[in-house]
């Protein structure tokens, strides 16, 4: 597969392009990276150096590659944080462009508004964006339960509601949603969970519940998902496969008591994860 992968970069620690490109050539894809920002770290440490692109310099560097011929070999666009609502609109330029040189290439939008217990943590005017320009035009949407809410509009207490939610999601343009980090009324204590929804059906995975706190996370669950999905065509499949890796993945960081997710000394579990989480009917 060949990903045009659209996200901020940092060049210590594993966020935005940082974490999603490295788990998708592990698994021997092509990853064209354009980066949106060049940090030196996560803004999670609440210092950090370097710049933010302009709209404008994504549309170059896109165009570049299209001026090369390539994007008629592009498979999936892959897109995660966006800095303001210009790039949004660049972002939304170039899988027009990707879809006019392929029709089978297919968008996914990791839809970054906030989270739950920290509410919107993105520049005014993102959230709209996401719901109002981005959400119609993607294929493939990952919003965590927090975003699922607000692009649906409704509040997810449990399985049921969450699969309303994506249903409502999935009318207003994508075809597959996948809710990353579910935690409601019913999922058990100690437990975290994920569903994926499409035209088929809902899958869940419900994993143990690590002690860590870190960035970057929801880029690889979001690059994984997405990448098994084309290669599948089976949401069920990449949801077990996804979850799986990002558990492997976590625990490992956890156990090592690192302030940053171990994407490299973990990428086995990219190929082989150490335990497989089975996709179940929701």
Not at 53 to 74: H, K, M, N, T, W
């Amino acid at each position: 597969m060949n990903i045009l992968s659209i996200q901020s970069h940092v060049a210590y620690g594993h966020v935005g392009n940082a974490s999603a490109m490295f788990p998708l050539q592990r698994l021997g894809h092509e990853v064209w990276g354009v980066h949106t920002v060049q940090f030196s770290n996560h803004t999670g440490y609440g210092a950090w150096r370097g710049p933010v692109f302009p709209a404008d310099a994504i549309r170059e560097v896109v165009l570049g590659v299209e001026e090369r011929g390539a994007l008629s070999r592009c498979d999936g666009v892959l897109s995660g944080y966006m800095g303001d609502a210009e790039i949004g609109e660049a972002i939304l330029d170039a899988v027009a462009r990707v879809k006019r040189a392929n029709s089978a290439a297919r968008y996914c939008c990791d839809p970054v508004i906030g989270d739950v217990g920290r509410g919107v943590f993105v520049r005014p005017g993102i959230p709209e964006f996401m719901r109002d320009r981005a959400l119609p035009a993607t294929d493939v949407v990952t919003p965590n339960q927090f975003e699922l809410e607000f692009l649906a509009d409704r509040a997810v207490d449990g399985v049921e509601a969450a699969k309303a939610a994506a249903g409502a999601l999935r009318a207003a343009g994508p075809d597959v949603v996948l809710v990353t980090s579910l935690q409601t009324s019913e999922t058990p204590d100690g437990a975290i969970e994920m569903l994926a929804v499409d035209g088929a059906g809902a899958w869940r995975v419900r994993t143990p519940l690590l002690p860590l706190s870190v960035n970057g996370a929801g880029d690889a669950i979001a690059a994984l998902f997405f990448v098994h999905l084309l290669t599948t065509r089976s949401s069920a499949e990449a949801l077990s496969r996804a979850a799986s890796s990002v558990f492997g993945l976590l625990k490992a960081t956890a156990e090592a008591g690192s302030r940053e997710i171990l994407t490299v000394a973990a990428q086995e579990e990219f190929v082989r994860p150490s335990l497989m989480f089975a996709a179940e009917p929701a």
